[in-house]
């Protein structure tokens, strides 16, 4: 069965930093494309970062690049997402997806329970 | 970007009845060398993570039940629930994935008339 979890959410500052993870088990890690999502509160999702099953790739929303760092560690099945000068848009519940492709980012056919990230003073 | 917009924004039917939901791309997801549509649905039940229905604008997941249906091509596509079940109120979201950066519509709150 797979299973998707992430961590590492909470209150950050406004141009704090955070690093978010994502455990997954149940599924071959190293063979998928991997992908955060966020869900502002009472909004609509909004796709963030995807990074190839090899980590040697990454593509990057535009409210994302420049800011987020996505990246994984394919010997523990987890995947990360570096939050560098969050803002308070950025505040949302951020969820892990696993891919159908090593390499593009595709549908998404599990994802995590999420974490919520407050960015607040 | 491709931008998806889904109608309606919120619609109520009866137990038993078809509810439709329609998405429109700003932009065809359907790619002509192997002729599938980029495009997938995705059900969040409130207080859950979405949970994949259709991949390929048709094909449904594995598990989902046969009830839920998607069509369409190139711009215009239809989520069709052909008999409402108590446990389908959720809100639905398209998703193209022909170009990056990926994108979602804006959602379709889906209640029990």
């Known amino acids: 069965e797979v299973q998707i979890l992430e961590s590492g959410g909470g209150l950050v500052q406004p141009g704090g930093s955070l690093t978010l993870s994502c455990a997954a088990s149940g599924f071959r890690f190293s063979s998928f494309a991997m992908t955060w999502v966020r869900q502002a509160p009472g909004m609509g999702l909004q796709w963030v970062s995807t990074i190839t099953a090899s980590g040697g790739t990454t593509f990057y929303a535009d409210s994302a690049r420049g800011r987020f760092t996505i990246s994984r560690d394919n010997s523990k099945s987890t995947l990360y997402l570096h939050m560098n000068s969050p803002r308070a848009g950025d505040t949302a519940i951020y969820y892990c997806?696993?891919?159908?492709?090593?390499?593009?980012?595709?549908?998404?056919?599990?994802w995590g329970q999420g974490t919520l990230v407050t960015v607040a003073s | 970007d491709f931008v998806l917009t889904q109608s309606p924004d919120s619609l109520a039917v009866s137990l038993g009845e078809r509810a439709t939901i329609d998405c429109k791309s700003s932009?065809?997801?359907?790619?002509?060398?192997?002729?599938?549509?980029?495009l997938a649905w995705y059900q969040q039940k409130p207080g859950q993570s979405p949970k994949l229905l259709i991949y390929w604008a048709s094909t449904r997941e594995s598990g989902v039940p046969d009830r839920f249906s998607g069509s369409g091509s190139g711009t215009d596509f239809t989520l069709t629930i052909s008999s409402l079940q108590a446990e389908d109120v959720a809100v639905y979201y398209c998703?193209?994935?022909?170009?990056?950066?990926?994108?979602f519509g804006q959602g379709t709150r889906l209640e029990i008339k």
């Open positions: 998703q193209q994935y022909f170009s990056s950066p990926i994108t």
């Open positions: 997806a696993k891919g159908v492709d090593p390499h593009v980012p595709d549908w998404f056919d599990s």
């Open positions: 932009q065809s997801v359907l790619y002509s060398s192997n002729n599938k549509n980029y």
